[in-house]
């Protein structure tokens, strides 16, 4: 026996999650399994869904306006053209539907631009509605809120970056204490849960709720601004009333800057997703890696070399030691890159480590990179050449499996990190593979 | 092409010859090992936000303190490992956290044995009362010898006076009662197994607490596995060690777990495979004891350790058989222990649950119950874990449901600490749908 799904979905990000929804909601009768080894990479997420923020190869010439125009020039091999554009269409809306009233910049193709903690902009396509009040577009003074024990957010020094890259409005940054904290280097959930649960904290003027006491220091220090930007600590699972609290103290809009990993805006967009996949019956299996699998026809694979007729039958999952069989029809790998593991490299290769699926790359490893540390380097795009069904193919352009499909950052020929695509890409590639799967499954 | 034939820079965990090596840590604690975990940590800190007691204690400097950064430290002479690490509550988040693959509970772990080992003052009160409760198992059969006058000692507002003064145990909890027949009585008198079967066959590791407090727990896996025509064996066995571990009682551990692996391995001789039905004993079978151990079998019994009903529905049809169930309406708050998450046993009891015509299962959602054991007894430490635990009571009361579900023993303690509901284990309503609970074995006058 094993565990026995419709459709198991192997990797919990973004890529993951949204294969494993589109899954459930093109096949509802389908089980939908997800497991993932490590808990959700969305943590490290900024929480901004990006489509494409710059030409791929040609950052220079600055932001992209409209996303969806210049998807039609992608090169060849893009996971993008690889699903079309009216797939990434679909699956934004499908993310719409799915996050519902937590998300804006639906209204509009364009780019919004997103002020980052860095004081940089981002071209991104939707944004926590905890953003909304901050993007660069609108020409209303802000006041940027840094806190004396949080380094991330450097508020003054954000706030003379905005300027400089001539953001239409005045940005002036403080650095206050966070009332309550009073250690160095605490967590970001340490913040956000004081301000969840308004814990009382100690101030000059006596013992009060957290969300008072952070209106207070901060209602001194207002000169006229009509918005204020705060780190993105403000809350976790009541992050609307905090900031609505802190909106009502201080009778200005209020709005987050996202901030590097970990953050909470990524974890509150992986509660919206997780919570989605509960309320469709998927199934999730997390904390255990998949190590291993078995094909069905395992004397085929001998006689024909392994072309695309062979099947994977079952995966392995190992639990700590014990190994568990976990057993579907159609199966998405959904693993992540480099970083995520999906993809990793040795000295002498380069290889996709639970399928073993060809990652195309130059034999000799000086050819992995170029010397600018800002250049264009090939590893960047490193990764599974899929076809447009989003099966992986072997070196020969065929598909590895017939029951299996990649998607997000497992994937290559695209590099997220140069055109802000991260998002984008894994949105469309799982929404396209999770889809496929429950079909083809059916 | 290379310029080293053997790269000693390129350290790939899980990459085929160069396997991830746990080091032994006794009897040369100084010894260990643990620079390819530590090096693998790229400080993205989000095992920090996974730390329930980082959330809610300023004074805590979180797990990857604890782990990678307190390992460097103290690679220099002049650093005493941090005593913050006795806030730990072993609660093994930070491991699935990790995306970097750090093992950061066996860091956490080993600092914690070393830390007990030299800077903590064997008379003191806080070690002889962590000695006692990490080895509660001790004195655990001579209260059930007399459990009535045990458990009515223990129930004495004076006694709880005493334990909070004079040893920092807190007096704010109810001890947990001691069963007036251990399991391993019960189980002696029905003269052991009822069912023999050369071809499936188990060795049930019950730990402490199913056998001396809630043997209605380990009289459910029986029923169900011989129901299912599985042979049971009950192989001699101490403590799991989990209190151990999080007490930095690495050499009572030690202990413990050279008497599980021998006789567990020899179970394993008989064609039996172990399973366990405490969620922190079947961690500590599968991944502290290769992690900090290296007895011969080690390994062995770790890769042939299950979690009770994991190993139904990986070898039974359990969801077929539970299709066809049903019990009289109940519903139940689910809380899915840290020590389940941990192995990805956190859905299980849910899609179990959906099966059984009857039962209705809500999850209480992923936040940490924060009694982690011994840690929630601790007079220094009550408060903060029931802060951890703040956001699980109010799940629990949100729920529809008057009952509590769990797999663990000191999360169910909590539970109804903080909530005053009853809480069940799901092997108990796998055998009340599979079984029933009037069987002629005599599980009402035993309770």
């Known amino acids: ?442 | 092409m290379s310029d080293a034939e053997q790269p000693t820079d390129d350290h790939v965990p899980g990459a085929e010859e160069e396997e991830f090596e746990p080091v032994q840590v006794f009897p040369e604690a100084e010894e260990m090992d643990l620079r390819p975990g530590a090096d693998n940590c790229y400080k993205c800190s989000t095992c920090d936000t996974n730390c329930p007691v980082a959330e809610v204690d300023d004074e805590f400097p979180g797990p990857k303190f604890q782990g990678p950064e307190q390992w460097r430290l103290k690679r220099q002479d002049d650093h005493d490992v941090d005593d913050s690490v006795m806030k730990c509550s072993n609660c093994m988040r930070c491991d699935s956290a990790c995306p970097s693959e750090v093992p950061l509970s066996q860091m956490h772990n080993t600092a914690r044995g070393e830390y007990v080992e030299e800077n903590m003052d064997k008379l003191s009160r806080e070690y002889i009362r962590n000695r006692i409760l990490a080895n509660y198992r001790r004195l655990a059969p001579l209260a059930a010898a007399f459990p009535r006058t045990a458990n009515f000692v223990m129930g004495l507002s004076v006694t709880k006076w005493m334990g909070e003064k004079v040893l920092g145990i807190t007096s704010e909890r109810e001890f947990p009662e001691f069963a007036t027949e251990t399991f391993r009585e019960w189980w002696t008198k029905r003269g052991g197994a009822k069912v023999e079967n050369p071809d499936k066959r188990i060795a049930y590791f019950h730990g402490c607490y199913s056998n001396y407090n809630t043997p209605e727990v380990a009289k459910a896996l029986v029923r169900v596995y011989e129901h299912l025509g599985y042979e049971i064996m009950v192989p001699d066995q101490s403590c799991s060690g989990t209190p151990m571990f999080a007490n930095g009682m690495l050499e009572d551990a030690r202990r413990a777990a050279e008497t599980n692996v021998r006789e567990l391995a020899a179970a394993l001789e008989e064609g039996a495979d172990i399973v366990a039905s405490c969620s922190s004993c079947s961690m500590s079978l599968r991944q502290e004891y290769p992690e900090l151990f290296d007895f011969e079998d080690t390994e062995t019994v770790a890769a042939n350790t299950w979690d009770a009903v994991e190993y139904l529905r990986v070898h039974e049809d359990l969801e077929g058989e539970l299709e066809e169930t049903s019990v009289d309406g109940e519903e139940f708050a689910y809380h899915a222990p840290c020590h389940s998450r941990n192995q990805g046993l956190d859905g299980q009891t849910i899609e179990l649950m959906e099966l059984i015509d009857g039962i209705e299962a809500h999850d209480v959602g992923d936040s940490c119950s924060g009694i982690s054991g011994t840690y929630g007894w601790k007079e220094e430490n009550y408060e903060t874990s029931m802060k951890i635990g703040e956001e699980m009571f109010e799940h629990m009361d949100d729920a529809p449901a008057e009952t509590g579900l769990t797999e663990c023993p000191t999360c169910s303690m909590q539970m109804e600490h903080g909530t005053g509901y009853e809480i069940k284990h799901t092997l108990e309503v796998l055998e009340a749908a599979l079984v029933g609970t009037d069987d002629a074995d005599g599980r009402r006058e035993a309770g």
């Not at chain 1, 006041?143 to 003379?160: K, M, N, Q, R, W």
């Not at chain 1, 814990?199 to 901060?218: K, N, Y």
Request: charged share 25%; net charge negative; glycine share 12%.
């Open chain 1, 1 to 442: 026996m094993a565990i026995e799904d419709d459709v198991l979905v192997i990797g919990g990000g973004l890529a993951g999650a949204t294969a494993a929804l589109a899954a459930a909601d093109a096949a509802p009768d389908a089980r939908v399994r997800l497991v993932t080894y490590k808990q959700s990479t969305l943590r490290h997420a900024s929480g901004l869904i990006d489509i494409l923020g710059y030409a791929p190869g040609a950052p220079e010439e600055g932001p992209l306006v409209d996303p969806f125009d210049a998807l039609e020039d992608l090169p060849q091999g893009h996971p993008y053209e690889r699903v079309g554009s009216e797939a990434v269409r679909e699956a934004l809306a499908f993310f719409d539907e799915t996050v519902g009233d937590a998300y804006a910049g639906d209204h509009t193709d364009a780019n919004a631009l997103v002020p980052t903690h860095g004081g940089t902009v981002k071209p991104t396509a939707r944004y926590p509605v905890a953003a909304a009040d901050g993007l660069a577009s609108d020409d209303r003074d802000a006041l940027l809120v840094g806190f004396e024990t949080l380094p991330d957010f450097e508020a003054p020094l954000a706030a003379a970056h905005l300027e400089a890259a001539g953001a239409p409005f005045s940005a002036r940054g403080v650095t206050v204490p966070f009332p309550g904290i009073v250690r160095d280097d605490a967590k970001v959930t340490r913040y956000a849960h004081l301000l969840d649960h308004d814990e009382s904290v100690a101030t000059g003027a006596g013992e009060t709720g957290a969300r008072e006491a952070l209106a207070t220091t901060i209602s001194e220090r207002l000169e006229g601004e009509s918005r204020v930007g705060f780190p993105a600590i403000l809350g976790d699972e009541r992050a609307d009333a905090v900031r609505a609290d802190l909106a009502d103290a201080l009778g200005v809009d209020v709005f987050e800057v996202p901030m590097g990993p970990p953050s909470l805006p990524g974890m509150r967009l992986e509660d919206l997703l997780y919570g989605a996949l509960e309320e469709r019956g998927v199934r999730v299996t997390s904390g255990v890696p998949v190590i291993d699998f078995e094909t069905a026809e395992a004397d085929a694979v001998a006689a024909d070399g392994g072309s695309g007729d062979d099947r994977i039958d079952r995966v392995v999952v190992d639990r700590n030691g014990t190994e568990v069989p976990h057993r579907a029809d159609q199966y998405v790998l959904a693993t992540g890159g480099l970083v995520g593991k999906g993809v990793r490299s040795e000295r002498e290769r380069v290889f996709e480590p639970i399928f073993d699926c060809h990652v195309p790359h130059a034999e000799d490893r000086y050819d992995w990179f170029v010397d600018d540390a800002f250049g264009d380097h090939p590893f960047a795009r490193f990764g599974l050449a899929p076809d447009r069904d989003l099966r992986p193919l072997d070196a020969r352009d065929d598909p590895e499996f017939a029951n299996l499909r990649a998607a997000g950052a497992v994937l290559g020929g695209y590099d997220f990190a140069a055109e802000k695509s991260g998002a984008g890409v894994s949105l469309a590639t799982g929404y396209v593979a999770g889809t496929r799967a429950a079909e083809e499954g059916e």
